[in-house]
Antibody
């Protein structure tokens, strides 16, 4: 079965960096695009970033495109989110999600990893 | 890209039908048939309920249906059940090559 397991969350000071990982299994990872989505405590969902199956195409939300970078390693079946210059408003649960091909949506999600930006 | 507009809350009694609206613009909902709906329980990851405006993934109850008119999409849940209580989010692909979510709607089953 499809599994997505995020890791790398934790408490970080404002202005510092953090890299999240999402390990995938149960599907042909190299064939599927991937996304990151976040949810601030008590708030709604916010799409952050997309990466194509081969890493050649990337899209970002305006709110993070200067500070965050999505990447992937198809050999390790892992997608990453490098987050720089973190701000308190980046505090959220970060989910990775598998793209549902040709439908512009997501069919599987990880359990999420919490990032807290605080001094 | 501004968020799509959803009502903050809706409620209904068991067996009734409810509809959640999701308003956008011609740059998102109105321009593409790429509207999806997600159900989320507290502390859990979202679950895909509707994709491509009106398509149900395998395993999703027939009681869930989606539609779209101009710049507004809708999710209808018929025969409301207690297990339907939770948060619902709409999302759409946009002309900026991004995705945008609605603010979410809390469904209460009375």
């Amino acid at each position: 079965q499809v599994q997505l397991v995020e890791s790398g969350g934790g408490v970080v000071q404002p202005g510092r960096s953090l890299r999240l990982s999402c390990a995938a299994s149960g599907f042909t990872f190299r064939s599927d695009a991937m996304h990151w989505v976040r949810q601030a405590p008590g708030k709604g969902l916010e799409w952050l970033a997309f990466i194509s199956y081969d890493g050649s195409v990337k899209y970002y939300a305006d709110s993070v495109k200067v500070r965050f970078t999505i990447s992937r390693d198809n050999f390790k079946k892992t997608v990453y989110l490098q987050m720089n210059s973190l701000r308190p408003e980046d505090t959220a649960v970060y989910y990775c999600a598998k793209d549902r091909a040709t439908t512009y949506t997501w069919d599987y999600w990880g359990q999420g990893t919490l990032v807290t930006v605080s001094s | 890209q501004s968020a799509l507009t959803q009502p903050a809350s809706v409620s209904g009694s068991p067996g009734q039908s409810i509809t959640i609206s999701c308003s956008g613009t011609s740059n998102d909902i109105g321009g593409y048939n790429y509207v999806s709906w997600y159900q989320q329980y507290p502390g859990k990851a979202p679950k895909l309920m509707i994709y491509g405006v009106s398509n149900r993934p395998s395993g999703v109850s027939y009681r869930f249906s989606g539609s779209k008119s101009a710049n507004t999409a809708s999710l209808t849940i018929s025969g409301l059940q207690s297990e339907d209580e939770g948060d619902y989010y709409c999302t759409s692909w946009t002309s900026s090559s991004t995705w945008v979510f609605g603010g979410g709607t809390k469904l209460t089953v009375l």
